[in-house]
Nanobody, 123 residues
Framework: EVQLVESGGGLVQPGGSLRLSCAASGFTFSMYAMSWVRQAPGKGLEWLSNISNGGRSTTSADSVKGRFTISRDNAENTLYLQMNSLKPEDTAVYYC????????????????WGQGTQVTVSS
């Protein structure tokens, strides 16, 4: 079965950095676009970033552009989110998600999600 397992979350001070990982299994990882989304306490899901199946194309939300970088290692079936210059408002549960296509040009949709990993940014 498809599995997405996030890791790397934790407590970090404002201005600090953290790298999240998402280990994928149960499907051909290199065929599908992936995404990071987050949910802050009491709020809805917020899209963060997408990456194409081969990793050559990426998009990011304005709220994290220039601070967060999405990447992937298809040889290791792993998705990453490098987070720098973290702010308290970045506190959230972070999820990786799988698209049902190689790149979401308007016809893509999420079909699987991970369990999430908690990121807390606080002094």
């Amino acid at each position: 079965e498809v599995q997405l397992v996030e890791s790397g979350g934790g407590l970090v001070q404002p201005g600090g950095s953290l790298r999240l990982s998402c280990a994928a299994s149960g499907f051909t990882f290199s065929m599908y676009a992936m995404s990071w989304v987050r949910q802050a306490p009491g709020k809805g899901l917020e899209w963060l970033s997408n990456i194409s199946n081969g990793g050559r194309s990426t998009t990011s939300a304005d709220s994290v552009k220039g601070r967060f970088t999405i990447s992937r290692d298809n040889a290791e079936n792993t998705l990453y989110l490098q987070m720098n210059s973290l702010k308290p408002e970045d506190t959230a549960v972070y999820y990786c998600a799988k698209f049902d296509t190689d790149w979401p040009r308007g016809d893509g949709a999420y079909d699987y999600w991970g369990q999430g990993t908690q990121v807390t940014v606080s002094s």
